[in-house]
C-alpha cells in the first residue's frame, strides 16, 4: 500500500475500504442494528413518494 493512503485499523487489521476481511465485514454487520419488516416498508414507501412528489 502506497504510504499516502489512508488505512484503518479494525480489530488489529490494517487495511482500507476495499480489502477488509470478511470475519471483521461479519463482525461489523452483527453490531449493527438490522431495521424490521415496517421498517423496510416505511422506507421504501418513502423512497417511492419523493421520487414521484419529490421532497413535499
Known amino acids: 500500500m502506497p504510504p ?16 477488509m476481511p470478511s470475519e471483521v465485514a461479519k463482525v461489523i454487520a452483527r453490531a ?3 431495521p424490521d419488516e415496517v421498517e423496510v416498508i416505511r422506507a421504501r ?3 417511492r413518494h419523493r421520487n414521484v412528489l419529490g421532497h413535499v
Open 4 to 19: 499516502d493512503v489512508i488505512t484503518t485499523r479494525i480489530d488489529g487489521w490494517f487495511g482500507g475500504p476495499d480489502n
Open 32 to 34: 449493527m442494528p438490522q
Open 45 to 47: 414507501m418513502l423512497a
